[in-house]
């Protein structure tokens, strides 16, 4: 009966956090829709190898990713639904990759505990719904990752070689970076961890090298003899070596970026590994697993931060190490025969209670503010995570400040939380996002003759492109605008209202053959403005 309840809460877990409404939502801007229009144009020229987008070759990421959505188009259609069932899949695999690392390095009790913070984290619940490559990337790799490490550990050598195979497969999801980041976590882990030394030089690393060349770098040399110099400042240069050590666009976080991201990604569970690490410093003896946990983290946050173009979700993949260390930091308190060597995670466990209620009433203020059409039950958000925070630290209370092996008042309120998300907050951002009706009218309505365009609506291109279903231009420039409009036959463009308001004062001949109002920015800083500054009118216009 045990195993029953326990399988039947992981299914509900992973349902909620994964796979409830994956499709409902129109595609976010500008990353997902890109994914997705990319795909379906390689679906539909039979090509599956060459990411393309508007029918022009794009060096942005290798092929693996286009390649696993375009399998799932074919099942379920080119929808939002197949193209998040990827992310979706690989999240799955994450979960069940860290449970099993977990048992294999730590404990079964660690595994479990570990995975379920990792399933319910918001991290989780917001990139396994989202259809870019972070997700299946990070799967790849610490599935890799986590298959070497064991090997070594546990004199296990036949693991390493699925796990080559897995950092390959990393390499063609997301590039070189896979080995970097491996490299990175090989090199600090020989530091952090010397008693593991021996065991990870047993392994046969120059096989396993090979194993990865073999494997991914015919794309790559491919993709170089037939597009040249292209393929190499396009995809080489600035998706990759540029990006990174140049300031290619105005947008530069500061160094320690991911510190307050890793932070707040891991609440309420922080201030545990804070406390372990002011534990650390008082001499408390660290484990090698747990050593090799933290090369692994180091090694993902460190890279990142060097990096002068910075995403919060690339430092996902240090997420599942994370969530080991933490459930590692909660049982050995639960289990001490005394507090005093690891009294900083103490503190740390016994006011996880007190951060959920604490971001609880945050968002109670924050909600309200937001310039969506909420309704009042929006408010039972902040309300579950109180209510979870609240039943964490009375248990605690009750117990004699015993911790429990889960903390189901947290683990209940993520999910009641992500509920309210799901049946309340995602239908409020479907009434607010414009593009999708706009483009979807245009395609019902223009013939196959007619052209087609947006007008700056550069976050929303992509989103566009998908819905429109046809080949668009994407204007910026007046001049272009003008061009396009009068040149012979119909023509429909998107743009915004107050853009048409200056054209019309000019002597174009245009009428407004579609309206709409929608949200202008989807952003948490965006959400973060008044309805006023976050709204705007978005108009088709058509010359004849």
Request: glycine share 6%; hydrophobic share 55%; charged share 15%.
């Amino acid at each position: 009966m045990s195993h029953i309840v326990r399988w039947g809460g992981w299914t509900l877990v992973c349902w909620i956090t994964l796979f409830w409404r994956l499709g409902y939502p129109s595609f976010w801007d500008p990353d997902e829709a890109h994914y997705a229009e990319t795909t379906r144009e390689m679906l539909a020229a039979h090509n599956w190898f060459v990411p393309t987008f508007n029918g022009q070759p794009f060096f942005d990421k290798p092929f693996l990713f286009h390649t696993l959505q375009m399998v799932s188009f074919t099942i379920f259609g080119a929808n939002e639904f197949a193209a998040r069932l990827v992310p979706a899949v690989a999240a799955l695999a994450l979960i069940a990759t860290t449970a099993w690392l977990g048992a294999e390095l730590l404990s079964v009790e660690v595994a479990q505990l570990g995975a379920l913070m990792l399933a319910v984290m918001p991290a989780m619940f917001a990139l396994s719904a989202y259809a870019i490559v972070d997700m299946v990337f990070s799967a790849f790799l610490f599935g890799g990752g986590s298959l070497i490490a064991v090997a070594a550990l546990k004199n296990r050598p036949g693991l390493q070689y699925p796990g080559y195979l897995l950092l390959a497969l990393a390499v063609l999801t997301k590039g070189p970076l896979a080995l970097v980041l491996t490299g990175l976590a090989f090199g600090l882990g020989l530091i952090f961890a010397p008693s593991v030394r021996s065991r990870l030089f047993t392994l046969r690393w120059g096989v396993g090298l090979c194993v990865i060349v073999l494997v991914s770098a015919p794309w790559f040399v491919w993709m170089w003899l037939r597009y040249g110099h292209a393929f190499v400042e396009g995809y080489v240069l600035r998706e990759n070596l540029w990006l990174y050590a140049r300031p290619l666009y105005e947008r530069r976080p500061r160094f320690f970026y991911y510190l307050p991201v890793l932070a707040t990604g891991l609440l309420p569970w922080t201030l545990i590994l804070v406390g372990r690490a002011v534990d650390y410093l008082r001499g408390t003896n660290v484990a090698e697993a747990e050593r090799l946990l933290w090369a692994w983290v180091v090694a993902i946050v460190g890279f990142f931060s060097f990096s002068l173009f910075k995403y919060d979700h690339y430092a996902f993949p240090a997420a599942p190490a994370l969530c080991l260390l933490t459930a590692h930091c909660w049982h050995q308190v639960r289990r001490a025969p005394s507090l005093r060597p690891y009294l900083g995670a103490a503190v740390g466990c016994f006011s996880a209670g007190a951060m959920m209620i604490f971001v609880g009433v945050l968002l109670v203020r924050v909600i309200p503010r937001l310039p969506l059409e909420l309704p009042r039950v929006a408010l039972l958000l902040p309300v579950s995570l109180i209510a979870g925070g609240l039943a964490t630290t009375g248990v605690f209370v009750w117990r004699r400040w015993q911790i429990p092996t889960i903390p189901m008042g947290i683990v209940a309120g993520f999910l009641a939380a992500y509920s309210v998300i799901i049946l309340v907050g995602f239908p409020a951002f479907e009434r607010a996002k414009p593009v999708k009706a706009i483009a979807q009218y245009v395609a019902a309505t223009a013939q196959p003759s007619d052209r087609i365009a947006s007008y700056r609506l550069n976050r929303w291109t992509n989103s566009w492109r998908f819905y429109v279903e046809r080949p668009s231009l994407f204007l910026d420039d007046p001049a272009d605008l003008r061009q396009f409009l009068r040149e012979p036959g119909r023509a429909y463009c998107a743009m915004f209202e107050a853009d048409y308001l200056r054209l019309a004062e000019e002597d174009l001949s245009l009428r407004i053959v579609y309206r709409r109002e929608g949200l202008l920015v989807t952003t948490g800083r965006g959400l973060r403005q008044s309805r006023h500054r976050s709204w705007r009118a978005f108009v088709v216009v058509t010359n004849q």
